[in-house]
């Protein structure tokens, strides 16, 4: 099944091989569990300006750079247009609110995916529009064997957030400026999907979370797997094709 989606992705972007060096993962809802805290998180932090974003919300804007999140709220509720270390400030409010709640897991499956890729010669970088300092610490310690600080991309590297192309494509220049059809993208969210798409590289989503299939394949997601273990099968299979 990936062959086939592999060159209608070849054919869509007029590349002729893939020769994948790189998989990039997404953080929240890919290497982590963590968007049921930021759910919470959010609508608690807003709540406390005065502004409503409901769980709904957390789930449709995930993975667009916080303070961006914050700027459209603030836009559509109040009228306001606010500056970036305006919302900056809020969104400290939502980092300290969701590093108050319990610590989220790490995705079941994930590690087995990162094992068979290095099993076949590919690295892993971790692509986050997240600027949760402590959450991205803490994937050089739970991921140390397949990856480490210097190839993480976060929220701070970028000046435009997802859906934008740049995060994907700061993820390829940090594994060596490598080209989209050397780089695999693992994300859950439709505009994390639309970055990797964009970016030109081939684009597999997770649904981790509770939004339709539809979301992630309209987005442009390549393939949509309903977890880690799925993924993993699926690529297994491909490595022995
Ligand atoms: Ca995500």
């Not at 977890?227 to 299979?237: G, K, P, T, V, W």
Request: glycine share 8%; hydrophobic share 45%; charged share 25%.
């Amino acid at each position: 099944m990936m062959q086939e989606k592999i060159q209608a992705y070849l054919q869509r972007n007029g590349f002729e091989r893939f020769a994948p060096k790189v998989v990039l993962f997404d953080m929240d809802g890919v290497l982590y569990d963590s968007m049921p805290n930021h759910a919470v998180a959010w609508q608690r932090s807003m709540q406390s300006f005065g502004l409503k974003m409901t769980a709904h919300d957390a789930y449709a804007t995930e993975g667009a750079r916080g303070v961006d999140t914050i700027r459209a709220l603030v836009k559509a509720q109040t009228g306001r247009d606010i500056d970036e270390a305006e919302a900056q400030r809020m969104y400290d409010v939502k980092a300290a609110e969701f590093a108050a709640l319990p610590k989220a897991p790490v995705m079941p499956g994930v590690r087995d995916v990162m094992r068979l890729l290095r099993k076949n010669g590919l690295r892993v970088g971790v692509v986050t529009g997240s600027g949760q300092r402590p959450l991205i610490r803490r994937i050089a310690d739970d991921f140390q064997e397949w990856t480490d600080m210097d190839d993480i991309v976060t929220a701070y590297d970028v000046k435009q957030g997802k859906p934008a192309p740049d995060p994907y494509l700061k993820g390829l220049e940090k594994a060596g400026r490598l080209m989209p059809w050397e780089g695999i993208v693992v994300e859950n969210a439709p505009l994390g999907v639309r970055a990797g798409v964009a970016a030109r590289i081939l684009t597999l989503a997770v649904n981790s979370g509770p939004l339709p299939d539809e979301a992630l394949a309209g987005a442009g997601a390549d393939c949509v797997f309903s977890d880690m273990f799925a993924l993993r099968d699926a690529l297994n299979a491909w490595f022995n094709e």
